[in-house]
T-cell receptor
Framework: RKEVEQDPGPFNVPEGATVAFNCTYS??????FFWYRQDCRKEPKLLMS?????NEDGRFTAQLNRASQYISLLIRDSKLSDSATYLC???????????WGAGTKLIIKP | DAGVTQSPTHLIKTRGQQVTLRCSPK?????VSWYQQALGQGPQFIFQ???????QRGNFPDRFSGHQFPNYSSELNVNALLLGDSALYLC??????????????FGPGTRLTVL
C-alpha cells in the first residue's frame, strides 16, 4: 500500500461547478498535511496547509479526518485556471521528509 | 527577491555518465531539499541539506550524492547514470532549519534525459 494515495483522475468538471478530491495516508503518526498545485511541466506550488480544524482560503476548503486518515480539498465555483494537478503531501513529524501522492489531475471545461 | 533558481534547465546525458545539478535557495532560506519527479508521479524525496550536512535521505542509492555550500546553495550529483534516472529534478528551499511545518518553495527544476 502506498504511503499517500490519490485518485489520479482526470476529473473533467464544467466551469462554475464544485469539485472535491480526497487523499488517504497510511501513517497514523503523520502530523503535517499540505495541498500543492502543479501546472503542466512546472514546479509544485503550495496551495494550502491543512489544519486539524479545517481551513478555507477563498474558493478552496481543506479538511483533515484523522480517524479515517484522509484529507480533502474542495474547490467551489471552479475556474478554467484551476486546471492543474493537485498533489497531497504528508509529513510524519519525526523527520524532515515529505511524502507526496502522485497527484489528481483536474480539467475545468468551459 | 529571487526565488529558488536551478541550473541547467535541461540536460541530455548518456548511460554511465555523471551529472551535476545546481540550486540556489530563496533569499533567507537555509535548508535545501532535492526531489526526483518521474512523469505522472509525485516528487520522490532524495535528500535534504542543512548547515552543509545531509540531514535526511530518502530511498535512493549512493550514486546520488549532494553538497551544500556556506552560502546555502546546493549541488546534486548523480554518477553512473541509468535510463531510469530520466526525470525532472526539483530543488526546494525552506526557512528556519526547514521544520516540517514550513512551506517548501520549489525551483523550476532540471529536466534530465538519459539516452
Amino acid at each position: 500500500r502506498k504511503e499517500v494515495e490519490q485518485d489520479p483522475g482526470p476529473f473533467n468538471v464544467p466551469e462554475g461547478a464544485t469539485v472535491a478530491f480526497n487523499c488517504t495516508y497510511s501513517n497514523s503518526a503523520s502530523q503535517s498535511f499540505f495541498w500543492y498545485r502543479q501546472d503542466c511541466r512546472k514546479e509544485p506550488k503550495l496551495l494550502m496547509s491543512v489544519y486539524s480544524s479545517g481551513n478555507e482560503d477563498g474558493r478552496f476548503t481543506a479538511q483533515l479526518n484523522r480517524a479515517s486518515q484522509y484529507i480533502s480539498l474542495l474547490i467551489r465555483d471552479s475556474k478554467l485556471s484551476d486546471s492543474a494537478t493537485y498533489l497531497c503531501v504528508v509529513n510524519e513529524g519525526s523527520n524532515y521528509q515529505l511524502i507526496w501522492g502522485a497527484g489528481t489531475k483536474l480539467i475545468i471545461k468551459p | 527577491d529571487a526565488g529558488v533558481t536551478q541550473s541547467p534547465t535541461h540536460l541530455i546525458k548518456t548511460r554511465g555518465q555523471q551529472v551535476t545539478l545546481r540550486c540556489s535557495p530563496k533569499s533567507g532560506h537555509d535548508t535545501v531539499s532535492w526531489y526526483q519527479q518521474a512523469l505522472g508521479q509525485g516528487p520522490q524525496f532524495i535528500f535534504q541539506y542543512y548547515e552543509e550536512e545531509e540531514r535526511q535521505r530518502g530511498n535512493f542509492p549512493d550514486r546520488f550524492s549532494g553538497h551544500q555550500f556556506p552560502n546555502y546553495s546546493s549541488e546534486l550529483n548523480v554518477n553512473a547514470l541509468l535510463l531510469g534516472d530520466s526525470a525532472l529534478y526539483l530543488c526546494a528551499s525552506s526557512p528556519l532549519a526547514g521544520g516540517s511545518y514550513n512551506e517548501q518553495f520549489f525551483g523550476p527544476g532540471t529536466r534530465l534525459t538519459v539516452l
